[in-house]
């Protein structure tokens, strides 16, 4: 199996997944209410702003999930003498910019 294309699993905790899964429903109840708006004919500015804090929250999802990569999945390998995986973090970050 290439190992590029194997499924990886991250072991969260229960409080981990209840916090991210909560926020993501609240984010995609933003996204319903952004679409309610288009279809109302809503003004350009309210949209935007709610868009803004679409893409904010998301941002704070990412940050959240790549600080929790750095201190386990990245930590571990490094442990492990696995110094490619830094490669494969500057790689994501500059993916999920």
Do not use: F, W
């Not at 949209?47 to 990569?69: D, F, M, P, R, T």
């Not at 390998?77 to 110094?83: I, M, P, Q, R």
């Amino acid at each position: 199996m290439n190992p590029k294309t194997a499924v990886r699993t991250k072991k969260r905790s229960d409080e981990d997944k209840k916090y991210l899964v909560n926020r993501l429903k609240v984010i995609e109840g933003q996204v319903r209410g952004v679409c309610n708006m288009i279809e109302e004919d809503r003004y350009c500015d309210d949209v935007l702003i709610q868009i803004s804090a679409i893409k904010n929250s998301l941002g704070s999802i990412a940050s959240y999930v790549l600080k929790e990569h750095l201190t386990t999945c990245v930590a571990d390998e490094v442990k492990k003498g696995n110094d490619d995986i830094l490669l494969e973090v500057l790689d994501l970050i500059g993916r999920t910019k």
